[in-house]
């Protein structure tokens, strides 16, 4: 079934046909039950669900409705769901109502997380708050032993995300959602990446007590998230408004899209085992081929606690930022990093914890699928790619095998390259 009109599709400079979306975990199309089902929302019924009459009242039916199927997700009630704008709102209530309601003033996290936990726990740091950021080994994974040695008496709340958007990393969050409760500290977990990926449905009966989510990973529309907090967490609301979600979150639910993410989690759902075999094995057959066909190539990330749809590799000698012009000259997207840090000169974060060099970490693309994706979509990528880096390797002043690279000074040209990139973002940001 095609929604997309023309006029989209033009707007869009190519023709839905030619793109190759090989990045699922920056953001997922919308599932066309999705659509459907979130259709009559933006039509027929545009009621408000906080309306005294019948036609508002109707509204609220279905965002229960939608309210017991996100639950499901999670194997939690329905008053344990709290809906919000989206990813970052959730990741941001969750740590500003612990510390109100804790009155402490100490947050343990990690390096590895999203921009929305490390811009906010940053902010906080400014205004007097302490923050300690837990380091993650080469593989990308993350101690037990270090998360029980960073609580203090003063901390308020460990936020550690489920799965990293990067690598696809998987933490093991209920292991430090129960040494939290031992210790009697709140524990939150980012787990934008995880639905559809991971099974969530023993969430609710483990001792995590915040959870966020987003719409627009799991094939719901962009402006819609979740906040799972466990039945009796007390709630400061972050967004102070009507007394919308009982009172834990004000304003107008966004409720065609919250009915949409109800749809998609019940697809979540139905789909999980698909996801976890045959787009897993999409992953891994292209990870393979490449590893087969490139040298100096390299898989970041613990290859087993892995989400099965990431890929994050490393290829030598060239810049993830030319890998992506020319993939997307082609049709093929793919990114460098996180969506929301696309454009920083910096290389990934996530990647410099994990003690990558600056150089490797800015040779480093992720690929991540969905189950929109196909066998012919995994052969374009592998029709292309192998011979795109080994043409940007011939050309690379990094490559030491280069014919011109005989007394090559990888200190100047790794100075060369980034005065170039540089000048080129600054001529970008123009
Ligand atoms: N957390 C993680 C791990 C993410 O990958 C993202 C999105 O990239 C977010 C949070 C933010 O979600 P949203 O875009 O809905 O604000």
Known sequence: MSYLTDSVDIAMHAPRHE?????????????????????????EYYGNP?????????????LKEAREKVAALVGATPKEIIFTSCGTESD???????????????????????????????????????????????????SLADVEKAIRD????????WANNETGVVFPVEEIASLCKKKGVLFHTDAVQTPGKIDLRHVAKSDIDFLSMSGHKLHAPKGVGVLYAKKRTKIVPYVIGGGQERG??????????????????????????????????LRDRFENALLERLPNLYIN??????????????????EAEAVLMRLDAVGICASSGSACTTGSLDPSHVLSAMGLTPARARSCVRFSFSRYNTDADIDRALEVIPPMIEQLRAMSPLNPNHTDNHDYDVVAAREKEEKLMAETMAAINE
């Open 19 to 43: 793109v190759t979306y090989l990045d699922n975990n920056a953001t997922t199309r919308v599932a066309p039950e999705v659509f459907e089902a979130m259709v009559p929302f933006l039509t």
């Open 50 to 62: 906080s309306s005294a009459y019948s036609f508002g009242k109707r509204v609220e039916g279905h």
């Open 92 to 142: 941001n209530a969750a740590i500003w109502s612990a510390l109100q309601t804790t009155g402490k003033k100490h947050i343990v996290t990690t390096q590895v997380e999203h921009s929305a936990i490390i811009n906010q726990t940053e902010w906080l740091e400014k205004n007097g708050y302490g923050v300690t950021r837990l380091g993650v080994a080469a593989d990308g994974t993350l």
């Open 154 to 161: 003063d901390t308020a709340i460990v936020s550690i995300m």
């Open 248 to 281: 834990k979150r004000g304003g107008t639910e966004n409720v065609a899209s919250i009915v949409g993410l109800g749809r998609a989690a019940d697809l979540a759902l139905e789909y999980l085992a698909e996801e976890q075999v045959r787009v897993k094995t």
């Open 301 to 318: 990330g613990n290859r087993e606690q892995r989400l099965p749809n990431t890929a994050n590799i490393a290829f030598d000698f060239v």
